[in-house]
């Protein structure tokens, strides 16, 4: 589908206003705003509590799907926060540890520390690393915006050495990640390739283009020619479909994940043909940030939002 340039400059605005911290807090705080937008981002997240989050998941589970699940929220400042987010984290480990199938847990690092210090999201990683290592779980490191790349990659290359259960994301938007992609085939963990929902410039990243696409498609086609663990981690139909006439999909070391609420009919089209697949939960309270993204991804979204506020229908799950 394509946008006016009006549209497109308004998923902009927003993305960047996902970013401001003032309005996430003014939100979160807000008694009248929080229960109304939390209608809309409800399409979204599985709720507020870990175990409306496991709720889905076994559900999913039951319906032949992967999952992977993240306690929601990222850019903690606050040492005491993080380490609440951590022992959130190794509680859910633990319980998603009792599923009978394997299952995933995805998480920004700085949810776990880095907007403190390196260090302790690194031991922080390690601890879930070690905690996760337990049981048939994987661990997957998100991609946050492409100032803190460095920082991400070299926690995770540090951490994988010792515990290979843990994975990356990947944004195939940065023009670096041809490079990052190379460096990363020396290392075991699974790569999970997003094309990235952060707005960057135009000197580090592609905006949504055929450009970006082929750069997609060929990051995919090193990982998958490595034989690499990938995720493919899109609900771009005409990818997909250019992946199936490629056959890429029915490959032992590769999956397809899209986002909890996003396109439900084509992943299950696709598990109806016998390919991995996966959907990604969320859960918590601190869904801004998470909403903002999915209404600037696809500005249609924007009316479903309406729609949703003032509706009290949570129907999603039927639709896988
Ligand atoms: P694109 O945005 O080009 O959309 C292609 C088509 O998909 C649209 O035309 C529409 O049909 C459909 N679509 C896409 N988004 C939609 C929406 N919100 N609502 C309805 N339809 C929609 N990003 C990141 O920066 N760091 C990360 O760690 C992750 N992690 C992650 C995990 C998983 C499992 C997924 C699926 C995605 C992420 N992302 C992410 C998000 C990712 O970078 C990207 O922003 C979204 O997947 C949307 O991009 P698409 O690849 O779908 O293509």
Aim: one cysteine or more.
């Amino acid at each position: 589908m394509q946008f006016s340039a009006e549209v497109l400059n308004a998923a902009r605005a927003l993305k960047n206003l996902a970013r401001n911290e003032q309005v996430k807090t003014y939100i979160q705080e807000s008694p009248e705003l929080y229960p109304l937008l939390l209608k809309a981002a409800q399409r979204y997240i599985t709720g507020e509590s870990r175990e409306e989050g496991l709720l889905k998941a076994q559900q999913l589970l039951s319906k032949g799907y992967r999952v992977s699940l993240e306690f929601i929220g990222e850019n903690t400042s606050n040492r005491e926060e993080c380490a609440r987010a951590k022992d959130e984290y190794v509680a859910l480990i633990n319980e998603m540890g009792q599923f009978p199938q394997s299952s995933t847990v995805s998480f920004d690092l700085s949810h776990l520390g880095l907007s403190i210090n390196r260090q302790l999201a690194y031991d922080y990683l390690c601890e879930l690393g070690k905690t996760a290592k337990q049981y048939n779980v994987t661990l997957m490191i998100s991609m946050e915006e492409s100032a803190k790349t460095d920082a991400i990659l070299d926690i995770y290359k540090r951490a994988v050495q010792h515990y290979s259960n843990i994975g990356l994301t990947i944004q195939a938007h940065l023009y670096r990640s041809v490079q990052d992609i190379q460096e990363l085939l020396n290392y075991p963990g699974k790569i999970r390739l997003v094309k990235g929902a952060y707005q960057e410039s135009t000197e580090v990243a592609f905006g949504r283009s055929e450009a970006l696409n082929q750069q997609y498609l060929a990051l995919l086609t090193t990982l998958i020619e490595a034989k690499h663990p990938v995720s493919i981690a899109t609900h771009d139909e005409g990818l997909i479909r250019e992946m199936i006439t490629r056959e890429f999909l029915n490959k032992k070391h590769v999956e397809v994940e899209m986002l909890y609420g996003i396109r439900a009919d084509l992943l299950k089209e696709l598990k109806n043909q016998d390919v991995k697949t996966g959907v990604y939960l969320t859960y918590g309270k601190e869904w801004y940030l998470y909403l903002c993204h999915r209404i600037a991804e696809f500005p249609p979204n924007v009316y479903r939002a309406l729609n949703d506020i003032t509706s009290d229908s949570d129907t999603e799950i039927n639709s896988y």
